[in-house]
């Protein structure tokens, strides 16, 4: 069982910042990606950054300049610096590591964060 734990969502003021974590736990050989994804009400679930386990990003362009995803493989752990916040980020924000093996042998599966709610405030 793979288990990713949230942290750092809350409410902010426009402009302000917000760090966001997850990390992942479990029995875990390797993972190819971690990142993030968001939702908002009535509103289809979306990509806000993905990394690998090589340092490869991607991010939506309406976060780009702003977010910025960072990773440590040795803790299974995925950051995302939010910064310059603006109303329209508000969603809530779920941790996703795809590319999870469990074993050295095995095949991979795709895991989800509970999400946590991420509210700016103008």
């Known amino acids: 069982q793979v288990q990713l734990v949230e942290s750092g969502g809350g409410l902010v003021q426009a402009g302000g910042s917000l760090r966001l974590s997850c990390a992942a736990s479990?029995?875990?050989?390797?993972?190819?990606?971690m990142g993030w994804y968001r939702q908002a009400p009535g509103k289809q679930r979306e990509l806000v950054a993905t990394?690998?386990?090589?340092?490869?990003?991607n991010s939506a362009d309406s976060v780009k300049g702003r977010f910025t995803i960072s990773r440590d493989n040795a803790k299974n752990t995925v950051y995302l610096q939010m910064n310059s916040l603006k109303p329209d980020d508000t969603a809530v924000y779920y941790c996703?590591?795809?590319?999870?093996?469990?074993?050295?042998?095995?095949?991979?599966?795709?895991?989800w964060g509970q999400g946590t709610q991420v509210t700016v405030s103008s």
């Open positions: 990394i690998t386990s090589v340092g490869t990003t």
């Open positions: 996703n590591a795809d590319g999870v093996r469990r074993r050295s042998w095995g095949g991979a599966s795709t895991y």
């Open positions: 479990g029995t875990i050989f390797s993972i190819n990606a």
